[in-house]
Nanobody
Framework: QVQLVESGGGLVQAGASLTLSCRFS????????MGWFRQAPGKEREFVAA?????????YADAVRGRFAISRDNAKSTVVDLQMNSLKPEDTAVYYC?????????????????????WGPGTQVTVSS
């Protein structure tokens, strides 16, 4: 069974930067695409960023493209990071890390919530104006 644990959330001012980390354990990290999603109060969970199983391809939601960066290095660790720059109050949400088993798809990564097999408990990010 895969376990995911997020860390790095907190309270920051608008314009600040924050890095979220997700530690993966339980199975072979390199067999999973990884994604970050977020859920604001009263809203549905939405896609933020995803990275392919080998770290070679990434995709972002339009709302964060150019400000956020997802990364992984399978040779060094089983951690996927989300670097968040120029944070805005509308980025306030609980951020969730998720793992998508790459063995059941030909897609290099997924932006779809329902494709992900395992989820972390989430970490709160609050951006004040």
């Amino acid at each position: 069974q895969v376990q995911l644990v997020e860390s790095g959330g907190g309270l920051v001012q608008a314009g600040a930067s924050l890095t979220l980390s997700c530690r993966f354990s339980g199975r072979s990290f390199s067999m999973y695409g990884m994604g970050w999603f977020r859920q604001a109060p009263g809203k549905e969970r939405e896609f933020v960023a995803a990275v392919s199983w080998d770290g070679g391809t990434a995709d972002y939601a339009d709302a964060v493209r150019g400000r956020f960066a997802i990364s992984r290095d399978n040779a060094k660790s089983t951690v996927v990071d989300l670097q968040m720059n120029s944070l805005k109050p509308e980025d306030t949400a609980v951020y969730y890390c998720a793992a998508d088993w790459a063995g059941d798809t030909t897609e290099i990564l997924s932006t779809r919530l329902y494709d992900y097999d395992f989820w972390g408990p989430g970490t709160q990010v609050t951006v004040s104006s």
